[in-house]
């Protein structure tokens, strides 16, 4: 065991896959000499040369195509998107291409790519670098997401998401990546389609994901030394909904709350809520309480920034009122 930084969690999973397979390789904005807007491809050009770390112009439709096409011709990209806010000028080639070849070829092409950079709300990045975009994407058939939260599973999540055949939108948080934790030192793959139980408990199911955990989490704290013993599960795949996992806790505990920080119209959230009042109404004792981002474009200003999103003193607020 190793203690490892979350961006160089990733990095290690980068280079581990590219020396493992020649057909790996990363494009993006400044992901060669610079290393990346957070050092996750720091020096790998050192090692695998300019066209395997390949510096692209500002033009996120045109490379994300051009990765694309690679994956058809049996390549697997690594697109880095300096901000993920960015990638919405490649809707048109994640939806249309990345998402639809697979089945509009009738299976002749597979689209081997994954598409990661940081997002989220970060400290006074303003409402354009704090985008979610697992909202946008999520009516998207034919993609996989994917959000790590701890260098331990970033690793081990990125690793698998470069060996699938299938387009993975990988996100990660923008403040997340000066985390640290002990990693083990041999190789360790996880599956991209299971929610994690981070505690386990009997009275209330927190859902949440990506830095959201971390506000959960210091929640919890607090709430477990009133006497209360929420379960908190962190969701991971995004798309698809690991509902297994959520119904077997929602089954012991009979309460949810969701935790997210993306926008509450349309939201991951949202899907959790109709997915379980559709097939799963009867397991609950109480409404699905929900906590996410306010509908307006997130401010420059810290003190509104952290009025737009869940903190953990909502979080407790939330958790007492469902138990009272």
């Known amino acids: ?60 439709n045109s490379f994300t195509g051009l990765a694309i096409g690679s994956a058809m011709t049996g390549l697997r990209p690594i697109v880095e998107g300096m901000n993920m806010g960015f990638l919405l000028l490649a809707f048109n080639q994640i939806s249309n291409n990345a998402g639809m070849l697979r089945y509009t070829s009738g299976g002749n092409f597979k689209i081997p790519i994954v598409i990661r950079g940081p997002g989220g709300v970060g400290r006074n990045l303003g409402a354009e670098h704090s985008q979610r975009l697992e909202t ?73 994901y990506s830095r959201m955990r971390y506000h959960v989490l210091k929640a919890v704290e607090t709430l477990v030394d009133k006497g209360y013993d929420p379960e908190v599960i962190d969701l991971i795949s995004l798309k698809p909904l690991d509902l297994e996992t959520i119904v077997t806790s929602l089954r012991k505990t009979h309460r949810i709350v969701i935790v997210e920080e993306g926008m509450r119209c349309a939201s991951i959230g949202s899907e959790i809520i109709a997915s379980i009042n559709d097939n799963y109404f009867d397991e609950l004792d109480a409404p699905i309480v929900r906590l996410a981002a306010l509908d307006v474009p997130t401010p420059y200003n810290g003190g509104l920034e952290n009025l737009t999103i869940p903190q953990p003193e909502d979080v407790i607020a939330a958790v007492e009122k ?3």
């Open 322 to 324: 469902l138990l009272a």
């Open 136 to 208: 946008y994407f999520q009516a998207v058939p034919g993609i996989k997401m994917v959000a790590c939260s701890t260098p331990y599973n970033a690793k081990g999540l990125l690793k698998s998401a470069i060996r699938n055949d299938n387009p993975i939108l990988f996100f990660e948080h923008v403040l997340l990546y000066n985390l640290k934790e002990d990693i083990p030192d041999e190789e360790y793959l996880l599956p991209l389609d299971k929610a994690e139980i981070v505690r386990e408990g009997s009275d209330v199911t927190i859902l949440t």
């Open 1 to 60: 065991m190793a203690e490892v930084t979350f961006f160089n969690a990733l990095r290690e999973a980068i280079d581990e896959e590219m020396e493992r397979d020649p057909a790996v390789y990363v494009l993006g904005e400044d992901v060669g000499h610079y290393g990346g807007s957070y050092k996750v491809t720091k020096d790998l050009y050192k090692k695998y040369g300019d066209l395997r770390l390949l510096d692209t112009p500002i033009a996120e």
